[in-house]
């Protein structure tokens, strides 16, 4: 008789990594994220005073080894789309290194972006500045090819890998992936799912923080997760507030993901 | 901020943070890659972090954070390998942890995750509801249908004998 948590525990218990170097390497990179936030506050209030309805912003898709330098980019439009047709060309992950389209409805500023096609996401967060004077935050934008709640389910039930009752649960999370979700959470007209809420950021298990936290997401047929999130920081985690409220609501972020258009 | 403090902080951790992120990722180098970019993100905002309620969880569930979205970049010098960097015989139960990241691999990012908080770390199931921001329904859910592909591999004797544990 095996136990997980005895096999788990036996197959970790005689690993024995180099902790110095992974400290170092921590702080290392550490010091980098501080010198980029430093750098990328900065920019920002730049930014700010050259601030514009909307932005356009050329985003690296890193199809090659995150290289900045490849020409394949994340288009970041200056103009609302609102394409019906897009989701025609969402099921397939090619539609990952073809780049992504995303406005913001405030002045904004790229901070940071990350993932590639071959990795199966791509990813950017900006500081967004609304012209109203209430303080800059931050915005996240994630576009992941499959392991969404919808796709798996789906994908589950299909293969047949479900088992031990857990079929009939399937099922009910493969026909509405809002089951178990919190928030609020509707089907669209083209079969996708769109799940919004706003919550406090876990400072940890249990812990309170002051961040919060406004969510989008998008799951579509096809297996694309679209996750959208703006916060009244600018990071999720226990750092210092910015405003009182995220900088875009879940109302605004859902409306960012469903006109997000693939390019 | 004071960088010993983290340093003596972060070699506290580190080990244990290794052996759960090499399950998450089933390779020494993402194994190592995650366990890095968690610390950085840790010793960047060491100030907060260090005065926090709970400082260790709080890395901890940054660590499965990072795993769950992805929200992490290899450096242009580190390559995901799907090997593993043990030669085999040189661990007690190398052929072990080989079916065991073989089985986990298979599981989506999410489930990998829940399964490691629930039988590894051993966490309940309202604490890694909270850490993974799912419900306490969704977590058992999770766990249910990832234990069932996670027994396809590792055979009929598998079991879960532990507690609450689905």
Not at chain 1, 36 to 41: G, L
Not at chain 1, 85 to 109: E, H, I, K, N, W
Not at chain 1, 200 to 218: F, K, M, T
Not at chain 2, 103 to 117: K, S
């Amino acid at each position: 008789m095996n136990d997980l948590a005895q096999l788990m525990e036996r197959a970790t218990d005689d690993l024995d990594p180099d902790v110095a170097e992974l400290v170092a390497g921590g702080m290392v990179r550490g010091r980098r994220l501080r010198t980029r936030r430093r750098v990328a506050t900065g920019l920002g209030a730049l930014g700010a005073t050259a601030a514009v309805a909307a932005t356009a912003l050329l985003v690296p898709s890193f199809v090659d080894g995150d290289s900045p330098s490849n020409d394949r980019s994340l288009p970041i439009a200056s103009q609302p789309h609102h394409d019906a047709t897009a989701q025609d060309q969402l099921p397939t992950r090619d539609a990952l290194s073809g780049g992504r389209v995303v406005t913001m409805p405030a002045p904004s500023q790229l901070v940071d972006s990350w993932g590639s096609a071959d990795r199966g996401f791509v990813a950017a967060s900006w500081r967004v500045t609304p012209t109203d004077g209430s303080g800059a935050g931050q915005v996240s934008v994630l576009v992941e090819y499959a392991d969404s709640r919808f796709h798996d389910a789906a994908s589950a039930l299909k293969d047949g890998t479900s088992s031990d009752g857990a079929a009939a649960k399937e099922a009910k999370v493969a026909a509405d992936p809002c089951a178990d979700a919190p928030g609020q959470c509707t089907k669209l007209a083209d079969g996708s799912w769109l799940r919004t809420f706003t919550a406090p950021e876990p400072l940890s298990g249990g812990g309170d923080s002051s961040i919060i936290g406004a969510h989008a997401e998008l799951w579509t047929p096809g297996g694309l997760h679209l996750d959208a999130t703006a916060y009244n920081a600018m990071g999720e985690k226990d750092t210092a507030t910015t405003r009182t409220t995220p900088v875009l609501d879940a109302e605004q972020l859902g409306a960012l993901v469903q006109t997000a258009q693939l390019g | 901020m004071d960088d010993h403090d983290f340093e003596e902080f972060a070699s506290a951790r580190a080990r244990e943070l290794y052996r759960a992120a090499w399950l998450l990722c089933g390779n020494q180098w993402a194994a190592e890659d995650l366990v890095q970019e968690t610390l950085a993100r840790v010793f960047s905002r060491w100030h907060h972090v260090s005065t926090a309620e709970n400082p260790a969880a709080y890395v901890q569930t940054m660590l499965f954070r990072l795993f769950v979205t992805g929200r992490r970049r290899l450096s242009s010098t580190e390559l995901p390998s799907a090997e593993l960097a043990e030669a085999p015989g040189r661990t007690r139960d190398h052929d072990l942890r080989l079916t065991l990241a073989a089985a986990l691999g298979e599981l989506p990012r999410t489930d990998r995750a829940v399964l490691v908080m629930r039988y590894l770390l051993d966490h309940t199931v309202a604490a890694v509801a909270t850490e993974l921001g799912l419900t306490e329904h969704a977590v058992r859910s999770r766990a249910t249908r990832a234990l069932a592909r996670v027994r396809d591999h590792l055979g009929a004797d598998f079991i879960v004998t532990t507690g609450e544990r689905p």
